[in-house]
C-alpha cells in the first residue's frame, strides 16, 4: 500500500514535467503519437472523470449546503470570469474564427481535477476545491453549452446538442458510476485510490499526445499566439481568483482553492468537446492541447509559491 502511494505521490509531484515532455516528444516527433487514435480521447477522459468519482464522498456535496457562500462565489466566478477572460483575449489578438472557438472553449469548460491535486499541494482548501469541482462538473452540461452559444453564436455554429450530449456521457455518467462504486464497495476502492494520480497523470498524457501530434503542423504555425492567449488566460484566471478571496476577506487557503479552481480549466474536456462542438473547425482544438500542458506547469510553480509565501 505505501509503495502506491509513493508512486501516486510521484506522479502527483512531477504531473507537470510529465505532460511538458510527451507534449514536446509529440510536437517535435509527431510519428511517437500517432498511434493514439483521436477518437480515444472522450474515453481516456471518461476513465479519468471515473477515477474522479471514486475519490467523491457525499460529504463532498454537503459542502453545497454547508458551506453554500464559497461554493457559490467559485461557481459563479468560474463560469463568468474565465469564458469572458477567452472572448476578450480572442478579441485583442485577433484570432480566427476556429483558434477564437477553441478558445472560448476552454474558459466556458468546468474547474479541471488537477486543481484538486494543485490545491492539495499549496496547502489550500481541498474539500472547497473538490466541492467547486464537483458542482461546476455538475453545472456543466447546462452552463458551458449556453455560454458558449452565447459567446459565439456570430462567430461560429455551435452543436449545443452535441455538447451537452458530450458532457453527459463523458462527465456525469463515469463520475456516477465512480461515486456509485465508491459508496458499495469504499473498502476496495480506498486500496486502489492511490494509483489514481498514476491513471489520470498517463490518461492526460495520452491526450495531450494524440492532439499535439495530430495538429503538430497547424501548432507550428499558430502555437506562439495560442501559447501567449493561453498563459495569460490562465495567469489572468489565477490572479481573479485570489482577488475574488481576498475581495470576500476569505481565509488563505480558501483564497487558494479558488483562485487555483478558476485559473485551471478541464481542458481535456475543452479538446474533446472542440471536435464534437466545431467538426468543421480542426484548429478548434489547439488551445485545449496548449492550455493542457501549461496549466499543469503553472499550477505546480503556483502551489509552490502559495505554499512558501501564503501559508499561515
Known amino acids: 500500500m505505501k509503495v502506491m502511494e509513493k508512486i501516486g505521490e510521484y506522479f502527483g509531484r512531477f504531473m507537470a514535467l510529465i505532460v511538458l515532455a510527451v507534449a514536446a516528444l509529440a510536437l517535435f516527433i509527431p510519428q511517437s503519437s500517432l498511434w493514439i487514435d483521436t477518437s480515444w480521447v472522450n474515453y481516456l477522459l471518461m476513465i479519468i472523470m471515473f ?7 457525499p460529504r463532498d456535496f454537503a459542502l453545497v449546503i454547508t458551506r453554500p457562500k ?89 452543436d449545443v446538442w452535441s455538447m451537452f450530449y458530450s458532457i453527459i456521457t463523458v462527465i456525469l ?65 489565477y490572479g481573479c481568483g485570489f482577488g475574488i478571496g481576498k475581495l470576500f476577506k476569505m481565509s488563505p487557503e480558501k483564497t487558494k482553492a479558488i483562485s487555483i479552481e478558476i485559473g485551471m480549466q478541464n481542458s481535456g474536456l475543452a479538446t474533446s468537446l472542440a471536435s464534437t462542438a466545431f467538426p468543421q473547425l480542426a484548429m478548434a482544438t489547439v488551445p485545449g492541447a496548449v492550455f493542457s500542458v501549461w496549466h499543469n506547469i503553472s499550477g505546480a510553480i503556483l502551489a509552490a509559491v502559495y505554499r512558501r509565501f501564503y501559508t499561515k
Request: with cysteine; net charge positive; glycine share 10%.
Open 51 to 57: 477515477g474522479m468519482g471514486l475519490t467523491m464522498k
Open 70 to 158: 464559497e461554493i457559490i462565489i467559485g461557481c459563479l466566478s468560474q463560469f463568468i470570469i474565465m469564458p469572458l477572460l477567452a472572448f476578450g483575449l480572442a478579441y485583442i489578438f485577433r484570432l480566427d474564427p476556429a483558434l477564437t472557438a477553441g478558445v472560448v472553449l476552454v474558459g466556458t469548460c468546468p474547474g479541471g481535477t488537477s486543481s484538486n491535486v494543485i490545491t492539495y499541494f499549496s496547502k489550500g482548501d481541498v474539500a472547497l476545491s473538490v466541492g467547486m469541482t464537483s458542482v461546476n462538473t455538475l453545472l456543466a452540461p447546462l452552463l458551458t453549452p449556453a455560454i458558449t452559444w452565447l459567446l459565439l453564436q456570430t462567430t461560429v455554429r455551435v
Open 173 to 237: 455518467v463515469p463520475i456516477g458510476l465512480g461515486f456509485l462504486i465508491n459508496k458499495l464497495f469504499s473498502k476496495f476502492t480506498q486500496k486502489i485510490v492511490a494509483l489514481l494520480p498514476v491513471i489520470s497523470t498517463i490518461g492526460i498524457c495520452m491526450i495531450v499526445a494524440t492532439v499535439v501530434s495530430h495538429n503538430a503542423e497547424k501548432i507550428y504555425t499558430y502555437g506562439a499566439t495560442v501559447l501567449v492567449v493561453v498563459i495569460l488566460h490562465n495567469l489572468l484566471g
